[in-house]
């Protein structure tokens, strides 16, 4: 049992160029989320998504696009990027049900936009 | 709208004093508080929740959290610091006022870095 995994680990870009940070879930969890952590700014949501073909924007999307086409995978992708993107990125998932509520955490990518 | 706050960067601590995180919120409803700590270039772990029940939370590691719903304060405390608890440490809240539409948002605080000194 994986639980959450992210890919790649670390990455460097240029400005400009495009990427995909993928994040894959074992756990069968209808929840998935990205945040972005930066210093001093704790986490912030960028999208989530409540189940396979449902996605939604969080507070920080612009940027950024998603998709589910399974339950198992959320990629992120970054369309264009910019030096305002270096960051820490996680992703988590959680089952959605009214008593059940933790959210389970990947490693997370350490993004660099030069 | 929901929000966090957690009122310190950084708490010092002796290792075997006690130790309290501070974190308060601030939510239209009732509040589901949670607590995450984060070790060096780790993801976040889950430590505690509070759903509903006894005021006090306990969870792991000997962590526990009081809810206290007239000062909208959820502290994390432990009795005896260990040299080991030195990390990050979130408080996370979510509104349960709009459980069914759709929306399952954790709003995170900014994190206290803690540092339990030998």
């Known amino acids: 049992n994986a639980g959450v995994t992210q890919t790649p680990k670390f990455q460097v870009l240029k400005t400009g160029q495009s990427m995909t940070l993928q994040c894959a879930q074992d756990?069968?969890?209808?929840?998935m989320s990205w945040y972005r952590q930066d210093p001093g700014m704790g986490l912030r949501l960028i999208h989530y998504?409540?189940?396979?073909?449902?996605?939604d924007q969080g507070e920080v999307p612009n940027g950024y696009n998603v998709s589910r086409s399974t339950t198992e995978d959320f990629p992120l992708r970054l369309l264009s990027a910019a030096p305002s993107q270096t960051s820490v990125y996680f992703c988590a998932t959680n089952i959605v049900s009214a008593s059940t509520d933790t959210q389970y955490f990947g490693p997370g990518t350490r993004l660099t936009v030069l | 709208a929901q929000s966090v706050a957690q009122p310190e960067d950084q708490v010092n601590v002796a290792e075997g004093n006690p130790l309290t995180v501070k974190c308060t919120y601030s939510?239209?409803?009732?509040?589901?508080l949670f607590w995450y700590v984060q070790y060096p270039n780790r993801g976040l772990q889950f430590l505690l929740k509070y759903i509903t029940g006894d005021n006090l939370v306990k969870g792991s590691y000997g962590f526990e959290a009081e809810f206290n719903k007239s000062q909208t304060s959820f502290h994390l405390k432990k009795p005896s610091a260990l040299v080991s608890d030195s990390a990050l440490y979130f408080c996370a809240v979510r509104d349960i006022v709009d459980w069914g539409a759709g929306s399952y948002q954790l709003t995170f605080g900014k994190g206290t870095k803690l540092s339990v000194i030998p």
């Open positions: 756990m069968n969890h209808e929840y």
């Open positions: 939510v239209s409803g009732n509040p589901y």
């Open positions: 998504s409540v189940g396979a073909g449902i996605t």
